[in-house]
């Protein structure tokens, strides 16, 4: 890894460096925090978590040939390297930033309340039809999964596709020190960690700190349909570029039309490509009206790399999906929607929305939201009620929260005369529900899944496959 000598390491997290001087200038392979996977002429970061303590298997880690180990604790008559540390956790960050100002890569930052997946998704896809991309992967956002994927990156790599996740703030001015973003990307300032961030603006102030270490010649990517985004007039002096649909400010689309659960095809303007074309057709073949913007941001980023229009729309047409977010499953007779990977009331709604494109029998299989604040239940009842508002044909819930759900839809559908008839199923728990779902589903059934991560709803998507 380049500069990643155990001397520079060392005055990186000022620590104490342990062992022969003649290692000093060795740079190491590989950096883990997974005694798994440590490799030789690696670094082995030993923290303490909740369940396991990393120290206990730093001698493993010497056996299988790691180079060095950060340590907290000192290691008497330990003859390797190691590097003493007040913080493993702090080690950890401080040496992503040594790597990351070590490599000439170009960064792009996304964060944003939902969509950063799904965007990230979108701008890689785009990106990597002129470079060598790499990009975040699983849930490696925040700030131990973001210096990991520092650490993946080579000098090969062109560009670097990061996503950012908080639930604090300061959390992603941390982040933003270690990235350092050369393109910003938000994409929305919607209710999420509420408990922390308090309101909307307490989450626009925490969002927007990714702006403090950004390259002070960058360029920000705003969603200008968002009203607390659009609010965002300069960053170091230069005007934001903006995407939307009703703001046509900057970059915009129009045409859009739903092509059911095969995604959404509509026309980009305002796009200043390398071949000059500023409007152009594009399909995206996730489904979902959120998918355009998130289209609209990939064609800024591709534009501001220089990328032609025939290749950000190439870039955005070859989009695949992942397991968890939106992922389309066509198995046993069902038609999933698995985006059960996270949700909060925004994702929710769009999921929803997403499912209501679909031909056939509409199930939605919900599961509790967490992280929302004192007024989780009104807004998983406000949750309930727009479904209530949608041809979905059966609602399924599970969990103490969901019911607040299942209470809204029945609400609505009761009170509004016209309103599509949905059946509404209620259990307690995930395993209550299991033991009951396949006797609700029928095959040709397309069912959304989703609910918090907690929730562990990849086990409904799981069991619906074998039903």
């Given at each position: 890894m380049k500069g990643m000598t155990l001397k520079a390491m060392t005055e990186a997290v000022n620590g104490i460096y342990h062992g022969s001087s003649d290692n000093l200038e060795n740079e190491i392979t590989a950096v883990t925090i997974d005694s798994r996977t440590v490799c030789e002429g690696g670094l082995f970061v030993a923290i303490k978590g909740e369940r396991s303590d990393g120290h206990d298997y730093i001698g493993q880690c010497f056996e299988k040939g790691a180079a060095c180990v950060i340590s907290e604790k000192e290691l008497p008559g330990e003859t390797h390297s190691y590097i003493q540390v007040q913080s493993s956790l702090q080690a950890l960050k401080e040496l992503a930033l040594l790597y990351r100002n070590n490599l000439s890569v170009k960064v792009v930052g996304i964060t944003g309340s939902v969509g950063k997946t799904s965007t990230k998704e979108t701008i890689?896809?785009?990106?990597?039809?002129?470079?060598?991309v790499l990009k975040t992967l699983g849930n490696y956002n925040n700030e131990i999964g973001l210096p990991l994927t520092v650490f993946r990156l080579t000098p090969e790599d062109e560009i670097a596709v990061l996503e950012m996740g908080i639930s604090d703030f300061g959390e992603m001015e941390r982040l933003s020190k270690i990235a350092k973003p050369d393109v910003c990307v938000i994409t929305n300032i919607g209710l999420c960690h509420l408990e922390n961030l308090g309101t909307r603006d307490g989450i626009l102030k925490a969002k927007t700190e990714i702006f403090k270490h950004m390259n002070p010649e960058g360029i920000v990517i705003l969603n200008g349909d968002d009203d607390k985004l659009e609010t965002i007039s300069q960053v170091n002096g230069k005007r934001p570029l903006f995407f939307g649909i009703s703001n046509k400010e900057g970059v915009y689309a129009d045409d859009i039309k739903s092509l059911g659960?095969?995604?959404?095809?509509?026309?980009?303007?305002?796009?200043?490509?390398a071949d000059k074309f500023s409007t152009f057709?594009?399909?995206?073949?996730?489904?979902?009206?959120?998918?355009?913007?998130?289209?609209?941001?990939?064609?800024?980023?591709?534009?501001?790399?220089?990328?032609?229009?025939?290749?950000?729309?190439?870039?955005?047409?070859?989009?695949?999906?992942?397991?968890?977010?939106?992922?389309?499953?066509?198995?046993n007779g069902f038609t999933i929607i698995d985006d059960c990977y996270n949700a909060n009331p925004v994702s929710m709604k769009?999921?929803?929305?997403?499912?209501?494109?679909?031909?056939?029998?509409?199930?939605?299989?919900?599961?509790?939201?967490?992280?929302?604040?004192?007024?989780?239940?009104?807004?998983?009842?406000?949750?309930?009620?727009?479904?209530g508002t949608k041809n979905i044909d059966v609602l399924?819930?599970?969990?103490?929260?969901?019911?607040?759900?299942?209470?809204?839809?029945?609400?609505?559908?009761?009170?509004?005369?016209?309103?599509?008839?949905?059946?509404?199923?209620?259990?307690?728990?995930?395993?209550?529900?299991?033991?009951?779902?396949?006797?609700?589903?029928?095959?040709?059934?397309?069912?959304?899944?989703?609910?918090?991560?907690?929730?562990?709803?990849?086990?409904?998507?799981?069991?619906?496959?074998?039903?």
């Open positions: 890689s896809s785009v990106l990597s039809e002129k470079y060598r659960l095969d995604g959404t095809s509509f026309t980009i303007h305002g796009v200043h490509t057709d594009v399909t995206v073949p996730v489904p979902g009206h959120h998918m355009v913007y998130n289209a609209m941001a990939a064609a800024l980023v591709g534009s501001v790399f220089g990328l032609s229009s025939i290749e950000i729309e190439r870039g955005i047409r070859n989009l695949k999906t992942i397991a968890g977010r939106n992922n389309i499953i066509k198995e769009a999921s929803i929305d997403v499912l209501d494109t679909a031909i056939g029998r509409k199930i939605a299989i919900l599961g509790d939201m967490f992280e929302l604040g004192e007024n989780e239940k009104q807004m998983h009842y406000d949750v309930g009620m727009y479904l399924i819930t599970a969990g103490a929260l969901a019911a607040n759900i299942a209470e809204g839809t029945r609400n609505y559908v009761n009170t509004h005369y016209n309103a599509h008839r949905c059946e509404v199923h209620q259990f307690k728990t995930r395993d209550d529900m299991l033991k009951c779902i396949g006797q609700i589903l029928n095959k040709d059934d397309n069912i959304l899944i989703k609910a918090s991560h907690g929730m562990e709803f990849s086990k409904v998507v799981e069991a619906v496959k074998t039903i």
